[in-house]
């Protein structure tokens, strides 16, 4: 069986990680008077945004997902696991690293705040989940793509049930991967449900990817997908609603970003898999690959992870719209220029892991 390439997942990926660069460099540093929807160029501007997260999980459930099922086909898989199992942890503690306030160490003080479940740490968590999934379904594809599906859906339509969740009886380190009382930017809920949709997608591809019809196919089916979500789920699920009569239908209905969403996801994904023979281009490639340095990076230039020295405190608020766009521009620039040539955090750290499990292996045969 040949071996087929997906670029458009590299391309989504780049896409994504330079949508992130810009918002969170506008939501950082623009004067408050601008933010305000009378203005139509910020009005588009949030609407983009606001796609950026849910495809971000989506893509790492469905390159994920779908690199393990071709792991399996390869005889890999057992390795696969593994190496899924140890990023996992390694995106979560390095999401703990960047919001540790290392100045705070030497006065012994280093409070809770650190502890907020950002991006790193609820993908990370996500991986884990979609493993620990597919090894309770008996490593079945079709059980586990099912499943998957019916996650997803789930997890979207009780969004109600945990939107204002608040959890007093456990430690404040897992709880917050379930509440953002206490200033976590992501929860594992609704978040795994785009991870979940991104690994049901990996099936599909696993199973058909190379049936000739197959890109004509998705490309058509996730367009028509999208399109429904956006203009026509919240309609649906007032249908759902009237024929089961379930309450919680009609909450969600009343409050319906999560399938919007999904479909915003599904039409750049339709969008770029289209194009994806004109923008397989080596640099977007390679942007789409560095994605995890290119978030450290940004995250300490932007938010001072280590020195507490960012742009939101040496700049703060203060940007008039032309200057954003500008800054926004040069951010992109110098992040991308410092993650391609000089940071290989990647490597770094697999390095470190791999050189541990080798001290730990010969302490053992010792």
Known sequence: ??????????????????????????????????????????????????????????????????????????????????????????LIGIGYLLRIPLFQIFYGDLGTAWLAVDVLQCIGLSLIMVVLLYVFTFKKTLIFSILLFILGTVIFITEPWYRNLEINNLPIAIANYMTKTNKSVFTILPWFGYVAYGGFLATIFYKYLERNTFKKTVITSLFIIGFFLINHSTSFLYFLHRITDLEIIKLSAGFNYLFKRLGDVFMLFALFYLLEAYLKHSLILKIGQKTLSIYVIHFIIIYGSFTGLGLNRLIGKTLQPWEAVIGALSFWLVVCVIALNYVKTNQFIYGKINRLFGKMRESKED
Do not use: C
Request: aromatic content about 16%; overall charge positive.
């Open 1 to 90: 069986m040949k071996q087929t390439r997906l670029y458009f997942i590299d391309i989504v990926r780049a896409i994504a990680i330079l949508m992130m660069l810009q918002g969170h460099f506008v939501d950082t540093l623009l004067d408050p008077q601008f933010r305000n929807d009378d203005y139509t160029a910020f009005r588009i501007w949030s609407y983009f945004r606001g796609i950026t997260a849910p495809t971000f999980f989506t893509i790492s459930g469905l390159i994920f997902t779908y690199l393990m099922l071709k792991a399996k086909q390869k005889g890999e898989l057992n390795f696969r696991i593994k190496k899924g199992i140890i990023r996992g942890f390694m």
